[in-house]
């Protein structure tokens, strides 16, 4: 798969989790990528994603997810 | 017509052009040419403790076609008497009163030195005087020069001795070949300096006479590391202008000085910080009379923006240069090929296929040859379009991002309320 379509799916994804109502809890990179663990009530999972563009845009739903919590308009 | 004049720490001049001490400051004989020329000011070859210099001296890298992309040195600082420069000085200084003299100095790192020389160059009526600590060769292995400018304790020591019998202002010239030159800068300032200048030339050996083995440039069969210059140094200085211009602990003028070679370059160390410039290589290679396009084009330039004075640039470009860590991840430019420019050398689809990101496609269009951006694996590097040969063929062109503006420093910082 070319990096542009693995990194549409991987946003996809993170799109999906948060679509379903999970939320973002615990997010670490290292030098195989960025690793995010979700969670909604009892059910947790982990996304591993690989692609720069999927990392960027994660960190821009991060921030949004975080403003949301902090009770802010985005 | 701008008003080109300038007036750094307390020095006025005609206009920013300064030529920085080197050859062409020798004597009074060329620097009273170059006023005629046209030059602004021109600080005065080195004066200080006793030298000699060796034959040859020069050589310069020419790259594809281009003479003098850089320029490399052996020199040391002036090997005429004290009294003679002196004289020279004053007589120049008499036929220019409203030009610019600076004394560039160099001695050994003691007090009386420094007290010594600075009270006889003002005594001839200099309007300032530069502290060479940066002459990367000879002078250093005697402990001067670049190895006082790397050591930041010297630096503000021998500013301060400096500054201790100083009527005129004092500009601290540093070298390039420090890790960081804001270190050194501060402790000019620490030490009181005026004003600080850079750069001086950078330690290079300019290359290897394949048939003989010798060093180029030789002094009979042996050779030593000397100093570069000229328009191969310029991105160098720029960026050592600017680290000081945008450091609140450099807060004296600068004047900018490494590979500027007309009126653009000058403009752009203005705008990055300095309030004036000196050139040596371009002169060098091209003659005094350089200083008319100069002034020419700084007019014409600040003449079309509707500028009235040329200090009104100075450091209109700082607050743009930042840390990478504050460059915003979700900006995006994009390449775009003009096909009908396009000569298909294929330049730009060989550069990105083998050395970038593979996205530009070869494709044919009624039989004709054609090249396509493919934009979604596009990251708007640049390449293609700084190796294309044919101007307006490629663009860079932004592209709104569908992500909000977020930089390095912002995403770790939110990315770290999430680690455990
Ligand atoms: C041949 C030569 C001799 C130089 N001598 C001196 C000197 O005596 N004192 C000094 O401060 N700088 C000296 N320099 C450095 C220049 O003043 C200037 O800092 C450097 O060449 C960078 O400017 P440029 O790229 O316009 O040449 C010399 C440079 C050259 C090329």
């Given at each position: ?6 990194s ?5 994804k993170?799109d999906?989790?948060l ?7 615990y997010?670490y990179?290292?030098l ?10 009892e059910e947790?999972v982990c ?11 994660f960190?821009?739903?991060?921030q ?7 009770g802010m308009s985005? | 017509?701008?008003?080109l004049?300038i007036?750094?720490?307390?020095i ?5 052009f300064?030529?920085?001490s ?13 006023f005629?020329?046209?030059w602004g ?23 594809n076609?281009?003479r ?9 600082i002036?090997?005429?008497?004290l009294?003679?420069n ?7 200084k008499k ?14 790192p003691?007090q ?6 600075v009270k ?6 200099v309007?300032g ?10 002078m250093?292995?005697r ?11 010297l630096?503000?020591k021998q ?6 019998v100083a009527?005129t202002?004092v ?11 804001t270190v050194?800068a501060?402790a000019a ?5 005026d004003a ?20 180029v440039?030789?002094?009979g ?16 200085a ?11 602990f ?9 590979g ?15 309030t004036g410039?000196?050139?040596?290589t ?13 002034i020419?084009?700084?007019n014409?330039?600040?003449d ?7 200090m009104d ?5 700082v ?9 915003d991840?979700n ?9 009908e420019?396009?000569?298909n050398?294929?330049?730009c689809?060989i ?7 593979q996205?530009?496609d070869l494709?044919t269009e009624?039989g004709?040859?054609m090249?396509k951006?493919r ?10 379009a700084?190796?294309?040969?044919v ?7 932004e592209?709104?991002?569908t ?10 910082s ?6 455990r």
């Amino acid at each position: 798969m070319s990096d542009h379509l693995l990194s549409k799916d991987e946003m996809k994804k993170v799109d999906d989790y948060l679509d379903r109502g999970f939320k973002v809890h615990y997010v670490y990179e290292n030098l195989s990528g960025m690793f995010v663990e979700f969670n909604r009530q009892e059910e947790e999972v982990c996304l591993q994603i690989l692609t720069a563009d999927a990392r960027k845009y994660f960190a821009a739903k991060l921030q949004e997810q975080t403003l949301l919590q902090e009770g802010m308009s985005i | 017509m701008a008003d080109l004049r300038i007036d750094l720490a307390g020095i006025k001049s005609p206009n920013p052009f300064w030529l920085a001490s080197a050859p062409p400051t020798n004597s009074g004989y060329q620097v009273q040419r170059a006023f005629e020329a046209g030059w602004g000011g021109a600080v005065w070859k080195t004066l200080g403790e006793p030298i000699l210099n060796v034959s040859s001296r020069f050589a310069a890298v020419s790259y594809n076609g281009q003479r003098v992309a850089g320029f490399n040195n052996i020199e040391l600082i002036t090997d005429r008497p004290l009294e003679v420069n002196l004289q020279e000085i004053l007589e120049t200084k008499k036929r220019f009163p409203n030009h610019a003299i600076i004394a560039s100095l160099m001695v050994e790192p003691k007090q009386e030195k420094w007290h010594e020389i600075v009270k006889k160059v003002e005594a001839v009526g200099v309007d300032g005087l530069e502290l060479n600590f940066g002459c990367p060769h000879g002078m250093a292995e005697r402990g001067m020069g670049a190895a006082s400018g790397q050591v930041p304790e010297l630096v503000e020591k021998q500013t301060y001795w400096a500054k201790e019998v100083a009527r005129t202002p004092v500009i601290v010239k540093l070298t390039p070949n420090i890790t960081d030159i804001t270190v050194t800068a501060e402790a000019a300032v620490r030490g009181g300096a005026d004003a600080v200048s850079m750069i001086n030339t950078i330690n290079s050996l300019a290359g290897v006479d394949l048939d003989s083995w010798n060093t180029v440039p030789h002094v009979g069969g042996k050779g030593a590391h000397g100093g570069y210059s000229g328009a191969a140094v310029k991105p160098i200085a720029l960026n050592m202008v600017a680290e000081c211009a945008r450091n609140p602990f450099v807060n004296v003028p600068i004047s900018g000085i490494g590979g500027i070679s007309n009126w653009r370059d000058a403009a752009e160390f203005m705008l990055m910080g300095a309030t004036g410039v000196q050139v040596c290589t371009a002169a060098m290679h091209h003659g005094f009379s350089i200083v008319e396009d100069m002034i020419d084009g700084l007019n014409n330039y600040l003449d079309e923006k509707g500028i009235a004075s040329v200090m009104d640039i100075v450091g209109q470009s700082v607050q743009r240069y930042s840390n990478w860590g504050d460059l915003d991840l979700n900006y995006k430019i994009v390449a775009e090929i003009n096909n009908e420019v396009c000569i298909n050398c294929n330049k730009c689809h060989i550069a990105c296929e083998d050395t970038a990101h593979q996205c530009i496609d070869l494709y044919t269009e009624s039989g004709r040859p054609m090249l396509k951006v493919r934009e979604q694996d596009c990251v708007g590097c640049n390449l293609c379009a700084i190796v294309c040969p044919v101007e307006g063929a490629i663009s860079m062109v932004e592209r709104m991002s569908t992500i909000a503006p977020m930089t390095w420093n912002e995403r770790q910082s939110i990315i770290s309320s999430f680690a455990r």
